[in-house]
C-alpha cells in the first residue's frame, strides 16, 4: 500500500508533497541506528559513536545539499551500509551544532510559516536572475530525533516564474526524501506543520507528548524568531513554552530562554502575578525524566544553562535547590551526570547559579551522589578525571570552610573516601587535582584529609603502599605533605613503613615511602625508620620476627638518609619491652633476616657493629646468642649469626663470643 500524507498518496509526483523515487523499499528502508561505525574512524569526540544515528546520516544530507549548486543532496551516501561508512562523518556534526551561526525554536505547527519566512529572506533583495538558483539547509531536531532540510528556489528565465522547493530528509527513511515545490506566494506551504512532511506510522515517536517544538540550526542569515502560539491560560501554555525550552537547552540556543523570561516578566507586570511552581516546572522541564537541565549540562551548552538560570527569578528561592539538582529518573542528579560524563564548563556553568539558593542548601547539592548513593567525588576520583574535580572544586568557594572539608572527605558506603581510592589505584592526576583543593580549607582540616584514616584505622599512606603502584601512588600522596606542618607530615610518614611487614614485594613500596623524607628534616628522620607499631615494636623487631629479608634490604637503603650517630640505634630495634631485633631473629629462627641485616653492618661505624650482634637486652641481659640456644631453635639462625661475626676483625670476634 502506498505511503500517504494525510490521505495524500506519496507515490503520486501530482501530489503536492511525495517522495522522490517511488520505489516502495526506498521509501521505507531504515539504516538508522544499523550501520555499526568502524573502529578505525572514531575519534572518540562523540562518545556514542558506536553506530551511524540520525544526526550523523542528517547533517551529511546537509553537507552534501550545500555543496551542490542546485541544493540537491547526494542519495546515493544514503543507499547501503558501505556507502554510509564512506560517505558519512561519526563525529563532524559535533562541530556544526557547536558552531552553527543560525539557531531558532519553533513550534511544529509552524514549520510551514517558518519555510515561507525563509523563502521570502532568500528572495530579499535580488533580482530575477540572481534567483535563478539559490537555497539553504536546515538541521533540525525534535526532543528524540535529527532530520534535515534543503531549500532550493529556481525561476524560469523565459517566463519569470518562480518554484520554492522544499526536499525533507527523515534517516528513518534513510534511501529517500520528501519532495514539495509550490510558486510564490507560497500560502499553501505556509499552512504545513511539522508532522505534515513525517511518516504517519513514526512521527509520533519523534515527541515526547503534549505539544511539539523543534528546533532549527543553519549556516544561514538568523530570522525573526516567531513567537509559540499561546492560549493564554498559563498552565497550558507552560507546556508549549516548556518543549522550547527544552530544546533551547538541548542545543544552546540562549536566545529562546531570554525571550522566554521577557515574556514572563511582561505578563507579570502587567497581570501581577507571578507564574505558578507549576507552571515553571512544565516551563523548565524540571519534573521530567530527563529535565532540561540535565541535558543541557551533558551537552556542555553553557549559554544557555546561563540563561535558564536567570529563569529561576520566577521560582521561589526555597524552591530553587530542587530545580538545580534536576534529578533524571534514575536517580542522577545533573551534577553527578556532569562529573561522571567530565563535562567541566557545564559544571562550572552550573556552579553560577549556586549563588542564587539559600546557602545552606549549597553542600547538599554539591554532595553529588549516584544511582547506588555512592560519592561522585570518589567515582570521579577513581576514574582520574581530573578536569572534572578541578571543575568541581571551583564550586567550593560557594559552600563554608567547614563544608569544604566535609565535601572534600566523604566516604561511601564502604567507607573509603575519594582520596582513598585514587590512592590504592595509583590516579595520580586525580591526587594532584584534589589536592589544589586542600588549600580551600583550614589547616586542621587538611591534616584529617591528608591521613584520610578510614573506619578500619586504614589511613591514605597505608593504602598508597598497598597500591600496585607504589612508585607512583606513593609521590602523588607525598605531594599533598606540603599543605599539612612539619610535626604532622612525621606522625603520618612514621605510619607508614610499619605497613610494608605486611606486603608481599615491600621493597618497592619501602623504597617509594623512603623518597617521601624530603618533605622532613634529616634530624627527624630517624623518627620515620623507627615507625610507630601499635605494640610498641619498631619495624626492624617486626621485619626480623617476620623472617622479611626483602623489607630489611630496602629499609637498610634508607640509612644512607640517617645521620651516621642514631644508624645503629634504629638496627638494634629495641621494642617497648626491651627486646632487640637480633634477639626476635635469633629465637624464631630466622636465618636470612639475620643475614639481610647483617649487610647493614656495613652502614655503621666498625666499633658499633660487635655491640649489635652482642645484642644484651638491659631487660634480662640476655643476649641475641642466648636467646637462640634457649628457644632450642634449629642451628641455622645461630649458623647466620655466626657468619656475621667472622667477618669482624679478629679482637672484636673474641669479645663478641666471649659476652655472648
Known amino acids: 500500500m502506498p505511503l500517504s500524507i494525510d490521505g495524500r498518496n506519496l507515490s503520486d509526483k501530482n501530489s503536492d508533497i511525495y517522495w522522490k523515487k517511488v520505489d516502495p523499499q526506498d521509501a521505507t528502508t531504515n539504516l538508522n541506528w544499523q550501520v555499526a561505525v568502524p573502529a578505525h574512524l572514531n575519534s572518540g569526540r562523540d562518545d556514542q559513536a558506536d553506530l551511524y544515528k540520525c544526526r550523523h546520516l542528517s547533517l551529511a544530507y546537509v553537507l552534501s545539499a550545500a555543496k551542490d549548486p542546485k541544493f540537491k543532496a547526494d542519495l546515493s551516501i544514503f543507499q547501503s551500509p558501505e556507502s554510509i561508512i564512506a560517505n558519512v562523518s561519526p563525529d563532524e556534526w559535533i562541530d556544526f551544532v557547536k558552531n552553527a551561526p543560525n539557531r531558532t525554536v519553533i513550534d511544529a505547527d509552524s514549520f510551514g510559516e517558518y519555510l515561507q519566512a525563509r523563502f521570502d529572506h532568500l528572495a530579499e533583495g535580488k533580482s530575477a536572475k540572481d534567483l535563478i538558483e539559490t537555497g539553504g539547509t536546515l538541521y533540525i531536531n525534535t526532543p528524540n530525533h535529527t532530520l534535515a532540510v534543503a531549500l532550493r528556489m529556481k525561476t524560469d528565465p523565459a517566463t519569470g516564474i518562480q518554484k520554492n522547493v522544499v526536499r525533507f530528509y527523515d534517516p528513518n527513511v534513510t534511501k529517500n526524501q520528501v519532495r514539495r515545490a509550490e510558486e510564490r506566494p507560497l500560502q499553501e506551504l ?114 544557555a544553562i546561563a540563561a535558564w538560570g536567570r529563569l529561576l527569578e520566577f521560582v521561589p528561592e526555597n524552591q530553587r535547590a530542587r530545580f538545580l539538582a534536576a534529578e533524571s529518573r534514575d536517580g542522577w542528579t545533573a551534577l553527578a551526570m ?26 547538599g547539592l554539591l554532595d553529588a551522589r549516584t544511582d547506588a548513593d555512592a560519592p561522585c567525588l570518589g567515582e570521579i576520583m577513581a576514574a582520574n578525571s581530573a578536569g572534572s574535580i578541578t571543575a568541581w572544586g571551583s564550586l567550593l568557594e560557594r559552600v563554608s570552610e567547614n563544608q569544604r572539608a566535609d565535601l572534600l572527605g566523604v566516604r561511601g558506603q564502604d567507607g573509603w573516601s575519594g582520596l582513598d581510592k585514587a590512592v590504592s589505584q595509583a590516579r595520580v592526576d586525580a591526587i594532584a587535582a584534589w589536592g589544589e583543593l586542600l588549600a580551600s580549607v583550614p589547616e586542621a582540616e587538611r591534616v584529617r584529609l591528608v591521613e584520610s584514616k578510614s573506619p578500619n584505622s586504614t589511613t591514605a599512606l597505608q593504602l598508597a603502599m598497598y597500591s600496585r603502584q607504589p612508585d607512583a601512588a606513593l609521590p602523588a600522596w607525598g605531594e599533598l605533605l606540603h599543605h599539612i606542618p612539619e610535626n604532622d607530615r612525621v606522625r603520618l610518614l612514621a605510619g607508614g613503613i610499619d605497613f610494608a611487614t605486611a606486603l608481599d614485594s615491600p621493597a618497592a613500596a619501602i623504597r617509594s615511602w623512603g623518597d617521601l623524607f624530603k618533605w622532613v628534616p634529616v634530624s627527624r628522620r630517624a623518627e620515620l625508620m623507627k615507625g610507630a607499631q601499635a605494640d610498641g615494636e619498631p619495624f626492624i623487631y617486626e621485619a626480623m620476627k617476620t623472617g622479611n629479608a626483602p623489607a630489611i634490604a630496602a629499609w637498610g637503603e634508607l640509612l644512607n638518609d640517617i645521620p651516621k650517630s642514631r644508624r645503629a640505634a634504629l638496627m638494634a630495634g629495641e621494642s617497648d619491652r626491651h627486646l632487640l631485633a637480633l634477639q626476635i631473629a635469633m629465637e624464631s629462627n630466622q636465618p636470612e633476616a639475620i643475614r639481610a641485616w647483617g649487610e647493614l653492618l656495613k652502614k655503621i661505624p666498625e666499633a658499633e657493629r660487635a655491640d649489635l650482634l652482642i645484642g644484651k637486652s638491659i631487660h634480662d641481659g640476655m643476649t641475641a646468642l642466648a636467646a637462640g640456644r634457649l628457644m632450642q631453635v ?19 670476634q673474641e669479645r663478641v663470643r666471649q659476652l655472648s
Open 338 to 363: 556532569a562529573l561522571g560524563n567530565q563535562r567541566s564548563d557545564s559544571i562550572r556553568a552550573w556552579g553560577q547559579l549556586l549563588q542564587l539558593i539559600p546557602e545552606g542548601e549549597r553542600s
Open 634 to 652: 634449629q642451628p641455622e639462625a645461630i649458623a647466620a649469626w655466626d657468619e656475621l661475626v667472622r667477618l669482624l676483625p679478629e679482637k672484636d
Open 190 to 303: 505556509r499552512k504545513l506543520k511539522f508532522a505534515d512532511f513525517c511518516r504517519p506510522d513514526v512521527r509520533e515517536l519523534y515527541f515526547d507528548g503534549g505539544p511539539a517544538a523543534i528546533s532549527i540550526l543553519s549556516d544561514d542569515t538568523p530570522l525573526p524568531p516567531l513567537d509559540p502560539r499561546l492560549s493564554g491560560h498559563q498552565d497550558a501554555d507552560a507546556d508549549l513554552i516548556g518543549a522550547r525550552v527544552s530544546l533551547a537547552m538541548t542545543d544552546d540556543i540562549p536566545s529562546e530562554l531570554d525571550r522566554v523570561r521577557a515574556r514572563l516578566a511582561k505578563d507579570r507586570a502587567t497581570t501581577g502575578i507571578a507564574p505558578s511552581l507549576y507552571a515553571m516546572s512544565a516551563i523548565l522541564g524540571t519534573d521530567t525524566g530527563m529535565p532540561a537541565l540535565y541535558v543541557a549540562m551533558d551537552n556542555s551548552a553553557v549559554e
